[in-house]
């Protein structure tokens, strides 16, 4: 029979943090590929429309999850 360990490999927060990190790199990449662009800015505020308000939530599940703000 297999033995269980008691400890999860990964935590529901470290999951959160992992999917803050992975966002944010996506939003810093799209306004490094945007700068200098014809239409950059445009491109960029709807990519932000898109993928910010899932940042948002993701970073309160960790506020309600932690007690904290991500930092």
């Not at 943090?17 to 800015?41: F, S, T, V, W």
């Amino acid at each position: 029979m297999a033995r269980r360990n008691p400890e999860p490999i990964i935590t529901h927060t470290q999951t959160l943090c992992y999917a803050i990190l992975h966002l944010e790199n996506q939003i810093d990449d799209m306004k490094k590929r945007c700068e200098g662009k014809p239409n950059g800015e445009e491109f960029l505020k709807m990519y932000l429309d898109q993928f910010g308000p899932q940042l948002e939530a993701l970073k309160e599940m960790y506020r309600i999850e932690t007690g904290v703000e991500y930092v």
